[in-house]
């Protein structure tokens, strides 16, 4: 059984930075792709980052890239995410999820993720 647990949300201002931790339970950590999606209010869930099994490759959606960064670290068992400059349509439950065993175009999609946290929520103020 895996579990992800998130941490590291809160509230923010704008052009403030947060980061998000996800601690991911079980021994087949380095063997999955692992990815942040985020939630807003009335909206579905969307693709935020997805980094690759060795660390060495990451994905982002187009309005994260140069604010957020991807990383894990193997030997903590957890992967983050880095916000910067955020801005008010950031806010939303953030999750973290294990993805497909390969990056590509099937880590942009949720349906491809078999374990989720249970989300934290991040609030940016205008």
């Known amino acids: 059984q895996v579990q992800l647990v998130e941490s590291g949300g809160g509230l923010v201002q704008t052009g403030g930075s947060l980061r998000l931790s996800c601690q991911a339970s079980?021994?087949?950590?380095?063997?999955?792709?692992m990815g942040w999606f985020r939630q807003a209010p009335g909206k579905e869930r969307v693709f935020v980052a997805a980094?690759?099994?060795?660390?060495?490759?990451?994905s982002y959606a187009d309005s994260m890239k140069g604010r957020f960064t991807i990383s894990r670290d193997f030997a903590k068992n957890t992967v983050y995410l880095q916000m910067n400059n955020l801005k008010p349509e950031d806010t939303a439950v953030y999750y973290c999820?294990?993805?497909?065993?390969?990056?590509?175009?099937?880590?942009?999609?949720?349906?491809?993720?078999?374990?989720w946290g249970q989300g934290t929520q991040v609030t940016v103020s205008s």
């Open positions: 980094i690759s099994r060795t660390g060495g490759s990451s």
């Open positions: 999820a294990r993805g497909p065993g390969v990056l590509g175009a099937a880590t942009f999609f949720r349906y491809n993720y078999d374990y």
């Open positions: 079980g021994r087949t950590f380095s063997s999955y792709t």
